[in-house]
């Protein structure tokens, strides 16, 4: 076994851009492996342990999926229930605990803060798989790997950010990283859910002035990638802000017809209404193929943080 190139995955602002790219370099190497056409071991006998304390499909499946192709075995919980949490064990006994049960562990907790906290506790590596309303960093790699693939570089694109940018943790570690790749940004979002003034502050720090659009038209007339999130329902105090947001954008093909004829559309999933099912057959749609590049990006990560490679 190698060196780890990195202890643990909890924030996007802990890579440089160089460590980001050797990610994404890495994970296009997996690619035969992620699809199952090459086979390996290198994780035979290694343990992946999921903690997941919030609903997941995507990211709980690929990072299974990740470490079943690459030969190692997994172990976890999807939901708090049936866990001893129910009885009251807290946080950090239920990492000392399961850290001595695997080998890495993935977390998604509800609190901003809980995979650092985990990963300050823990000896094994920690990768942070959403920690409530703070970033989603694994989801970004994906994210820039399939924006990469699609249009071939990063810097310069136009990226619309539309939707739920206060409580959307994806979009919170996208941005930043898309401002470390000089990329330009434009946000969009309803007046009540605009984007974290920190995440702005570190989007400036490098050097990037997002844009503010006021109406959807106006923000894709000259944008490569229009990048949609889900309103973050389950993050609302009081159900009736929410339904003031619910439905306030959706995404149709009369809409992209406004749009750069090879606009890509992306979302980390699920959605909701904020995409017409009639996208998915154009040549706009990227979320699936953005949702099947988790199994190579979640391999390189996991390759990286324990050091080994097919
Ligand atoms: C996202 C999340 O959990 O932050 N889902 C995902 O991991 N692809 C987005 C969302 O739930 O809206």
Redesign the pocket.
């Known amino acids: 076994m190698g060196k780890p190139a990195f202890s643990d995955f909890v924030s996007i602002r802990d890579f440089t851009k160089e460590q980001i790219n050797e990610i994404m370099r890495n994970a296009a190497k997996m690619v035969p492996y992620a699809r199952g056409e090459k086979k390996t071991n290198v994780m035979s006998g290694k343990i992946l342990g999921t903690l997941f304390y919030?609903p997941?499909t995507?990211?709980k499946l690929s990072f299974e999926a990740a470490m079943l192709r690459l030969g190692g075995a997994t172990m976890g919980f999807s939901s708090t229930a049936g866990t001893s949490i129910e009885k009251g064990e807290n946080f950090s006994d239920t990492i000392r605990v399961t850290e001595s049960y695997a080998d890495i562990l993935v977390i998604?907790h509800p609190l901003e803060g809980a995979a650092r906290l985990a990963a300050d506790l823990s000896e094994k590596p920690v990768i942070n798989?959403?920690d409530g309303a703070g970033q989603?960093p694994t989801?970004t790699v994906l994210d820039l790997y399939t924006m990469l693939e699609a249009k071939g570089k990063l810097e310069g694109l136009n990226i619309v950010l539309l939707g739920d940018l206060k409580f959307?943790?994806?979009v919170h570690s996208l941005a930043e990283a898309l401002a470390m790749f000089g990329a330009n940004l434009t946000l969009v979002a309803p007046s009540s859910l605009e984007m974290p003034r920190d995440v702005i502050n570190q989007i400036e720090s490098m050097g990037v002035k997002p844009n503010y659009a006021h109406s959807l038209e106006e923000a894709i007339s000259d944008a490569d990638i229009l990048y949609v999130?889900?309103i973050?329902k389950e993050r609302f105090a009081d159900p009736t802000e929410y339904a003031k947001v619910s439905g306030s954008y959706r995404i149709d093909t009369k809409l992209l017809k406004q749009a750069k004829s090879d606009i890509s559309v992306m979302h980390?999933?699920?959605r909701v209404n904020e995409i017409d099912p009639e996208v998915d057959r154009t040549p706009h749609s990227l979320y699936f193929r953005q949702?099947a590049n988790g199994i190579p990006v979640r391999m390189a990560v996991l390759c990286m943080l324990l050091g080994v490679e097919p």
């Open positions: 919030e997941s995507r990211t998604r798989a959403g989603h989801q959307g943790r994806t999130t889900r973050q980390p999933l699920p949702a």
